[in-house]
Structures are given as structure tokens and as C-alpha cells.
């Protein structure tokens, strides 16, 4: 190759324009916040808006007050569900944290055996829809079921099996957090608890109790909210007994009251904002349960603590695994109970509905799309919030709209999503009953979480990088592109299996948004439970249970393989 021809001596070099050089970060970055925030106010913000103006309004979309709520007040039946679900609530509060702390108790402070195998099986009700333990309780206690004398004569359909159903849907979300509240404990303490010969009861109600007190009310609060909002577990096994879910779908698809529906959404909107803002409050006052002179606590052989502990974490896996069990053989046998032999017929959907295996599709289709679409915002947004300085109000604007699904009930979204989308006035309408809205709503529903595992991930990464980027004068794009995305690659599977794993099991999200064509499989199984085919509505649940389970198990195989290839300036 020919090297270039010297320029003439005497020629003077000008430099191009500054704008022309180097394009205006900041400003990059201000407009695409700014892109974000509207995009979140569309997904979050103008549906909730919706929900609570049409909350006051007449089925003629006249305002009047509080009118709505004063009808909604004086009728009985609707006062009972309000009244059927704080029990169910309570119940399900009063079982399941207990048995979470005790089951937390063994993964963290006993010598357990097994531990990966033991909280692998605790985790594995996150993976299915929450109408499958409900299903799978109908097969065990119900009229034909092979356990139903162990209820004395009780019904599974209604209160029992509702918060049995809930329990079981519950204790995976309560055991995350805490465990992660018990394994960060001074072992110092306890070495002190030992030397002054203080017995082991009175060493957990002084020490144990009181270090893991805030991830006690955080997983308290958490399963208020999921045991309120909850939809599919009341639809298939609650028989007469109505909760607030039930009574807003009644409103919504039996009688078209979307006023009254939408003063129900509402209403389920408070447990879960007092739970949102306990939480919030109760965070802010906790203090640090580690310093840099901590001690990292290590479980300690005792015969007697690790054999109870033991004994419970097997009682609860078994008793876990006999629900997912009678699930996936009941979805085998050709009719239970009358001839238990297997068969696949169960798995034809075709013939329980037209659609057959289309509305397991759908599910595909719209859980890719959201760990896809998902991923790309919320990365791309926490970091912008953190990384790049001077971006102020939107990055403010944006961090509060990502805060606010975690209060907000799927079914309430949901319903904000119909009444905003299916505006004639809005040019958006033509997504109405449609894959992309319900993509849509999936991920404004469950951007929270994914939001501040992001923030947390780039938190831990030096500013020095962007840093030094300016200095040399290096684009922050290019500095996400092959220094930030590399480092944070472990954080953004998570992120991307979170959004695909809740999009296939979401029941209450989606339950409006729907048309025959644009059915999921979660939305697939509670309909074929309402026509009877119980057997065909179980396989189609073990479909998603399975298909989670497989995207879990890829996950951890390429994160290690990423830890392999990506990872190994960790070590």
C-alpha cells in the first residue's frame, strides 16, 4: 500500500468544529432517559392513571366521586371478599413465614447436607404458574383425590385449599429473602453468647431474631401482597368462596362493570402500596449487619439443631415435591382415578381447544420478547442513572416509574392496559388483545426487580472506567459496549432469565389481554379448568413448569461458561 502524499509545506491543518468531532454525550444521554421515561409512563404511569379514573367515574364515563365506592361498600357480597381475602392474607402470613424462617434456618445455620439439591427444590414453585399447586391439590384432596380423608370431611374447594395453594405459591419468595437476611450475621456475637454460657434459645431471641427482624417484615409484606393479588390459585380451587381477584374479573369479563372492576383494582392497590412503603421504611432503618471487623458466621456441628433442621427441610421438600409429583403424573394418566395407565392425551390441545399447542407458543414468544426487550430498557437505563452524571430530572422521573410496579398487582395493570389501550383515542389502540401489549405489560409488570439488580451490579463497578473513558475521551457507549456489558454479563442473564421465567408463568398479568388468537399458556390452563378438562389444564401447566426448569438449567450452564470465558479477572 502507497503511503499517502505529504502535504505541501506551509499548509495549515484545520481541525473540524467541535461538534463535529465529538457528539454531546450528555445530551445523548438526557434524550435517551428522557425516551425511557415516556416509554415508562406508557407502560406504568398513564394505565395506572386510567385505572383510578375510571375508579370515578359511571359506566358513561360521567364523574361521580366517590359514588362507585360508596355502591361497592354497601353491597354484602363484595364487603366478604374483602373480608374472605384478610383472612386468606393472614392465614397464609401466619403458615408460611414460620415455615420460610425455618426452612432459611437450615440452608444458613445448619450443617445441612446437600444444601444446593434442598434449595433447588424450595425455588421450584417459582418456575410454575401459581394455578398448578391449586390443581395439583384438587387430584390430592379433592372428591377423587387419593389423600382427601386427611381433611376430616372439609372441602378442598374454598378456604382450605386457597391458602394451602398460597402457601405453596409463597415460600419460595419468603426462603430468598431470608436467606439472604440470615447469612449475613457476626460471628463474634455468638463467640460472646458462648462464653457467657447463654442457652441457645435465649442466644436466637437475642442475637438470631433480632439481626434477621427486617428481612422478616420485608418477606412478611411480600407474601401480603402476593397472597392479595394472587388470581389463578382462587379462579381454579376457590370454589364459593370470592376473594377481591375473583370479584374483579367478575366485574371485568362476567358483567362488563369496568367501573366497578376498576374500583376493585383500587382496592387491591392499597395492601400493596402499605406494603411497598413499610418495606421502604423499614429498610432505610436498617443498619449494616457487617463491618470490615466482622467475623463471617459458620454453622457449627450440633447433633440436635442439625437434626431437627434436617428433619423440617425434608418434610417441606417432600411435601413440595408431592404437589409438583401429582402434577406432572396427573397430566400422564389417561383418567384419574378410574384407569391410572400413561398416556400423552393429556398433552394433545388440540383436543380441548383450537388453538392446541399455539397458546404454549404464544408463551415463547412473548417470555423472549420480554427477556429481550426487558433486558435492553432496563439495562440501558440503570446505566444511564448511574454512570452517567448530570442527567438530573429524568434519570429521578425514570428511577421512581421503575419503583412503582413493585406495588402494583398484575391484575391491576392489567386492567390499566385495557383501559388505555382499547381508548379509541389513543393512536396506540391498534396493539389492543394483541402479543406485543401483552409483551408489553409483562414487562412493565416485573421492570422492578431487574431494575435494581442492574443498579446493584453497576454500583459495584469502579467510576473510574467512565472516568478514565472521558479522559481519553472515549464515548460512554463504547465504554457500556466493551467494558461495563462484560463485566456485568452474570448480572444481565439473571435479568433476562427473571423477565422470561415470570412472562411464561404470569397468570394475572394477562388475563384481559387476550384474544382466542393471542392466548398464553398460563391463560390456556385456566380456561381449560373452567371447561372441566383438568387433566388437559395440568399438562399445560407442566409445559411452563418444565420449560423454566430448562431455562434455569441453561442459565446456570452459560453462566458458567461466561465465568469461564468473561469472568476471570474475578479471580
Not at 457467657?196 to 401480603?224: K, N, Q, W
Not at 384481559?512 to 401447566?541: H, I, K, N, Q, R
Request: aromatic fraction near 10%; charge should be positive; charged fraction near 10%.
Amino acid at each position: 500500500m502507497k503511503a499517502a502524499a505529504p502535504l505541501p509545506f506551509g499548509t495549515q491543518v484545520v481541525a473540524p468544529p467541535a461538534s463535529r468531532r465529538r457528539v454531546p454525550e450528555r445530551a445523548v444521554a438526557w434524550l435517551v432517559l428522557a425516551l425511557l421515561c415516556v416509554i415508562a409512563l406508557i407502560l406504568i404511569g398513564l394505565p395506572l392513571c386510567m385505572v383510578l379514573s375510571r375508579s370515578l367515574r359511571d359506566g358513561d364515563g360521567h364523574f361521580v366521586g366517590l359514588a362507585n365506592f360508596i355502591a361497592y361498600a354497601s353491597n354484602p357480597g363484595l364487603r366478604a371478599s374483602l373480608v374472605h381475602t384478610l383472612v386468606v392474607c393472614a392465614l397464609t402470613t401466619v403458615i408460611t413465614l414460620p415455615l420460610a424462617f425455618g426452612y432459611a434456618m437450615a440452608l444458613v445455620r445448619s450443617r445441612l447436607p446437600c444444601k444446593a439439591l434442598f434449595k433447588g427444590i424450595a425455588l421450584l414453585p417459582l418456575l410454575a404458574p401459581s394455578l398448578l399447586p391449586a390443581i395439583a391439590l384438587t387430584y390430592m384432596f379433592g372428591n377423587q383425590g387419593f389423600l382427601k380423608g386427611w381433611l376430616g370431611g372439609e372441602s378442598i374447594y374454598g378456604l382450605i385449599g386457597i391458602v394451602m395453594a398460597q402457601v405453596f405459591y409463597c415460600f419460595p419468595h419468603a426462603v430468598l429473602i431470608l436467606v439472604t437476611a440470615l447469612a449475613l450475621s457476626d460471628a463474634r456475637m455468638y463467640e460472646v453468647a458462648r462464653t457467657l454460657d447463654t442457652r441457645p434459645l435465649r442466644a436466637f431471641l437475642t442475637i438470631t431474631l433480632p439481626a434477621a427482624r427486617y428481612g422478616l417484615v420485608s418477606a412478611a409484606f411480600v407474601i401480603v401482597t402476593l397472597s392479595v393479588t394472587d388470581f389463578g390459585i382462587a379462579k381454579v380451587i376457590g370454589g364459593q368462596y370470592n376473594v377481591l381477584a375473583i370479584d374483579i374479573y367478575k366485574q371485568i369479563i362476567g358483567q362488563q362493570n369496568f367501573s366497578m372492576g376498576a374500583v376493585v383494582g383500587v382496592i387491591l392497590l392499597v395492601p400493596a402500596v402499605l406494603s411497598f412503603f413499610v418495606d421502604l421504611l423499614v429498610r432505610r432503618r436498617q443498619r449494616s449487619m457487617l463491618s470490615a471487623r466482622s467475623v463471617l458466621y459458620r454453622p457449627e456441628v450440633r447433633p440436635i439443631f442439625d437434626g431437627a433442621m434436617a428433619l423440617l427441610a425434608v418434610m417441606v421438600s417432600l411435601a413440595i415435591l408431592l404437589v409438583v409429583g401429582t402434577a406432572i403424573f396427573a397430566s400422564l394418566v389417561k383418567l384419574w382415578p378410574y384407569n391410572l395407565s400413561l398416556s400423552l392425551h393429556s398433552y394433545d390441545f388440540a383436543a380441548y381447544d383450537s388453538l392446541g399447542w399455539g397458546a404454549y407458543y404464544n408463551s415463547l414468544t412473548i417470555a423472549a420478547g420480554v427477556a429481550v426487550g426487558g433486558t435492553v430498557l432496563v439495562f440501558t437505563g440503570a446505566y444511564l442513572m448511574e454512570k452517567v452524571r448530570g442527567v438530573g430530572l429524568p434519570a429521578i422521573v425514570l428511577h421512581f416509574l421503575a419503583m412503582l410496579p413493585l406495588a402494583v398487582p398484575g391484575l391491576v395493570l392489567g386492567l390499566g392496559f385495557v383501559f388505555f389501550f382499547n381508548d379509541p383515542a389513543n393512536p396506540l389502540s391498534g396493539l389492543a388483545s394483541s402479543l406485543v401489549l401483552m409483551t408489553m405489560c409483562c414487562i412493565a409488570h416485573y421492570y422492578t426487580v431487574p431494575h435494581l439488580t442492574a443498579l446493584t451490579a453497576l454500583q459495584q463497578i469502579d467510576s473510574e472506567f467512565e472516568a478514565a473513558s472521558a479522559s481519553l475521551g472515549v464515548p460512554f457507549w463504547t465504554t457500556l459496549r466493551r467494558v461495563t456489558i462484560p463485566i456485568c454479563l452474570p448480572a444481565i442473564l439473571d435479568i433476562a432469565t427473571y423477565f422470561f421465567v415470570n412472562a411464561m408463568t404470569t397468570v394475572a398479568a394477562v388475563i384481559f389481554l387476550y384474544e382466542p388468537l393471542s392466548m398464553v399458556a398460563s391463560v390456556a390452563a385456566v380456561a381449560m379448568d373452567d371447561t372441566g378438562d383438568t387433566a388437559a389444564a395440568c399438562a399445560m401447566a407442566v409445559m411452563v413448569l418444565l420449560t423454566s426448569a430448562i431455562v434455569k438449567l441453561l442459565q446456570s450452564r452459560l453462566a458458567a461458561w461466561m465465568g469461564r470465558r468473561t469472568q476471570r479477572w474475578r479471580y
